[in-house]
């Protein structure tokens, strides 16, 4: 099984808080070239009216919302969901205060406890790929948004962040890191087929971005963050070196691709309707 469903993996190992996930922001925060900022893009594409229900699965630690609090309308429900109960307690803790109401809620995306046709909106961010089973997934989304309604739901691309990989490559053996997009099984590439069969009107937005990687700890946090193998004290500062070691053969600046979007699919008005 890849890393990406291991659902005992990712809830142990990746999720069980949010220490390797901020190990990860803070790359993307400190050194992507595009500097609008990734979660006010996604929140671009919300195209929702003034009064709403939305759910996000997988909301991790509520980083969503809590970068476009000023954007909230005043009448929309947001439900935050995550199968992790130590994120979800992140984002409470996050969004404790915040002048909007949320209402959290454990979920696991294949058994959605709603009734039929509850949602104007599901959120799906960079997280499909973690259900080890896709289709019990989106029927549920599907059965619990009212027709005509959409999932948002972003995704990384075959070419995301491969040169990190192949960086870490360099000084281990082979490695299959989180973001493996050989066995990803819900990406930009392959993710429109399978939209396809549950949803219409499938629209596919990336968002143009790399990393400009100028200094070697926060590199080596991340990729240590995203892979199976450990190191011990002395490894650990062996990889380091050789990362700064990298930067320096590099001019100064690793510069990895990133390759991100969000897919727009809509509930059928119509049982018939594709």
């Excluded at 922001?25 to 929702?48: A, C, M, Q």
């Excluded at 930009?188 to 499938?202: K, S, T, V």
């Excluded at 937005?205 to 070697?216: F, K, N």
């Amino acid at each position: 099984m890849s890393k990406l469903n291991d659902s005992q993996y990712l809830l142990k190992e990746q999720y069980q808080d949010a220490e390797k996930l901020n190990a990860r922001i803070r790359l993307h925060v400190e050194f992507s070239t595009n500097k609008y900022g990734w979660l006010p893009w996604v929140f671009d594409h919300y195209n929702l009216p003034e009064e709403c229900r939305i759910l996000e699965l997988g909301c991790g630690q509520g980083d969503l919302w809590r970068e476009n609090i000023e954007r909230i309308p005043t009448g929309w429900e947001v439900t935050l969901s995550d199968f992790s109960p130590g994120m979800l307690a992140q984002a409470r803790q996050n969004l404790e205060g915040q002048p909007h109401p949320f209402t959290f809620e454990v979920i696991d995306a294949q058994s959605i406890p709603y009734d039929d046709d509850h949602f104007d909106a599901v959120i799906a961010n960079h997280c499909i790929y973690h259900f080890p089973d896709r289709s019990k997934a989106f029927s549920e989304i599907r059965r619990t948004l009212k027709a005509g309604s959409y999932l948002y739901a972003t995704t990384i691309g075959r070419a995301h962040l491969q040169g990190m990989a192949e960086l870490a490559s360099k000084f281990e053996h082979p490695i299959e890191n989180l973001f493996n997009t050989d066995n990803n099984p819900f990406t930009l590439e392959n993710g429109a087929p399978q939209l396809r069969e549950w949803f219409a009107d499938i629209e596919l937005d990336r968002y143009p971005d790399s990393l400009d990687v100028t200094e070697a700890a926060p590199l080596v946090d991340f990729i240590i963050s995203s892979v199976r193998f450990s190191l011990d004290e002395t490894r650990h500062a062996e990889f380091l070196t050789f990362v700064e070691r990298e930067l320096t053969a590099s001019g100064g600046v690793i510069r990895i691709k990133k390759d991100s979007g969000i897919f727009k699919a809509r509930k059928p008005a119509l049982q018939h309707e594709s």
